[in-house]
């Protein structure tokens, strides 16, 4: 079953109000892909950007999530998506259906990690100075992430088969 597309409260602490605005974008991601193909998924229509397809973002979204929370707020190893320009992105033969669900289940770890934290909390990866950010910076960073990749998902499906919509 697909996320809830539900805003957050109007009145509410900022944590609830963060992470319910990139649960939305997270959701707005899941709508984009409904009823997509895996031949549709993996087609580039952007002649000059062949890995910006609907499953590489899924896929992108999925190792940002990592990265932010797992690798520089926790100090967790980096892995081959941060080493490798676009290894995020090259998923060629993956099904959709597999990338969502490796998505959703980053998603569940970061909203882990998050509830755990203090927001002024920053990163420890001793390697990268995106570490030093706050908590709430990542958390504000993955909106704006996870919304332009949304838009990007928004005008992708349209170019594949026609698809439009908010939510």
Not at 98 to 107: G, M
Request: with cysteine.
């Amino acid at each position: 079953m697909p996320p809830s597309r539900t805003r957050p409260p109007f009145v509410a602490d900022e944590r609830t109000q963060l992470v319910g605005w990139l649960d939305l974008q997270r959701a707005i991601v899941h709508y984009k892909c409904e009823g997509l193909s895996d031949a549709d998924a993996h087609r580039a229509v952007l002649p000059t950007s062949p890995l910006m397809t609907v499953a590489g973002i899924v896929s992108h979204l999925r190792w940002v999530e990592n990265t932010w929370f797992e690798v520089l707020f926790l100090g967790r190893p980096a892995g081959p998506q941060i080493e490798e320009e676009d290894a995020d992105m090259r998923v060629e033969g993956v099904p959709l259906a597999r990338l969502l669900a490796e998505y959703d289940q980053q998603c569940a770890v970061s909203n882990e990690i998050v509830a755990a934290h203090p927001l002024d909390e920053v990163g420890r990866h001793p390697d990268y100075r995106s570490a030093g950010a706050s908590l709430r910076w990542m958390l504000i960073h993955m909106v704006e992430e996870t919304a332009r990749h949304a838009g990007h998902l928004d005008t992708i499906r349209e170019l594949l088969d026609g698809e439009k919509g908010y939510y």
